[in-house]
């Protein structure tokens, strides 16, 4: 094997244009698993039980969120450790400490129910909210890079959201309004000298067929023995003449592309009892009579954003997005948009509001979405909010029966040691994958809907680039092909980067840029445990450079044409991988025809402890998700 040199900052290997064509696996080589799906099901369970090492990690970019990108290792293990029951039953607790109201998450649910708790707080009343990454956020923090002197912040996960009403007591409108966020933003406009280029401002629009024709999106089709590769882009604006599907195949896409509410409903709720008894899919072959196609376009857009595809969301999920069957425009009304760092931008103003000296600088929207964030302000003695990071809680239970007790006892690990930290009551802001392991005295109503939830995997990869002169090439700012067994992802975009203050990235294809990459690891056809399962197992088991290697060599296989080069055009490349990213609404989750869902039953207090995640809602924002943490806090003030 040929010698390698490194790349920039996070490479370790080099790619070339011919290693590419004669298949040659660089370094650790191509393929992550080279068993036939049949085989990497039934192992899925075994590598799970391996605990991570830090060549599964890799670059973190720089600034604040360098060392908190995605799970760590040391989340990964602890968790799993936890999961198989192999902590010690007992524990040499340091120190207890006491406070009115713990919470455990420091996600949008976490920080929503620290922001009624210090709305409502009474005098001498304290907080303290645990969470076991680096940094608070959950899910909505960011990368970011500097590339030739460039700053670039690309988010870690969520982004994106609809600019809400300017008025509502609950949900988006009221956090906004709280937080006082701007309704206006400045972006780059497309220089009127180079080739006419529309660009999404997330990194989810593009996919959403309501919106599909205001980004310039490229669709690949790899060639094979009777044609060549295949470039189309934005192919639905000329009835897909320019793709080398078949007739049939055209029609079926025109069809659901094309297809509007198929179905009338007086209300939500007779829209629940009927559409959550199906999958999207279902509907959708039962609606419009039309093959697969309609449902494996739907799939980018659904796995992206729920966890899985058609096959697996509930076509009442669907009912509540801009899906073609059962499409409502005017959830399309509102202008779209995306942060720097994604909904990091929120999880900023909720720390600036709860604890000023969190971020450096005043109250500007500028400072608090592009300044640094000071950790050290998070934990200070003397605050009423004290949040606490690197911070696995393993135990929570009241003392006593539930329903006498009059405190809760939590068990957390910090930097290898043990505390103990007693509460009048507990915000549980987490997911039921580890609830159910953590809270000790859950009754068999809540474990059994712990157990009805349905968590994907997610990976975003964040792609630091010298140039996207290859982008421009093609004539295209997003990217749609069909993944292969040895390839990566199935989509790819660059942003408008928004403008604030003295953060202004350019919009030029001869400068730096970031490349996103929203890979879901969904499998239609099969069981949707089995999905879930085989892409958690791929996710653990893959190191970063196996995972950088595939990266490249998929950019070669779509851009190499167009001249992309690694070396000269790749800055640096950051991993975010989330274990249980996603709640899968799938059919019968919000209740079926008649009965209650798991989020349903989770949403009722045991005693001193609440529940308060994303996932209940299945559908997950950081609206609802902060309003969930709003009102399990609500469930539980009286008990302060």
Known sequence: MKKTKKLRAGFSEKITRRDFVNGVAVGVGCVVMPQTRHAFAQTAGSFEQQLIGNDWYGYGGVGTYRSSHGNTPEVVNTAHLLRDRRLPNEFDVEHTEECDLAIVGGGMAGLGAALEFSDKRGTDQTCVLLDNHPMIGGEAKENEFNVNGERLIAPQGANGFFVPPPSGDYGDPYYYAKLGIPREFAFRDWPADQKPLHFCKDNYGYLVAGLQGKTSTGHFFAGNNRRKDTWAVDPFSNQLADTPLSSTAKENLGRWFAADNLKEFETAEDARRELDTMSYEEFLKSALGAGDEGARQADLFLASACGLGSDAISAYAAYQLPMPGLFDSSLLDSRRVSFPGGNSGFVRHFLKHLIPDAIVGDNSFEEIVTNPINPTALDRPDQPIRMRTSSTVLSVAHDGQPGDSETVKLIYMRDGKYYGLRAKAVVMATGSWITKHVVRDLPETHLAACSDFLHA?????????????????????????????????????????????????????DQPAVLSFYTPFHRP?????AQVAMGRAELLSTSYKQYESKILKQMLRLFGSAGFDPERDVAGLVLNRWGHAYSVPYPGFYGGASGQGPGDVLRRNVGRISFAHSELAGLQHYGPAADEGRRAFQQVAGLL
Do not use: E, S
């Open 525 to 529: 056809g099969l069981d949707p445990k």
């Open 457 to 509: 995997p997610f990976l975003v990869a964040n792609v630091a680039l010298t140039n996207w002169r290859f982008l421009h090439k093609l004539g295209c700012t997003a990217a749609i092909w069909d993944r292969d067994d040895d390839g990566f992802g199935f989509t790819c975009n660059i942003r408008n980067p928004m403008q604030i203050g003295q953060y202004n990235p350019p919009l030029n294809p």
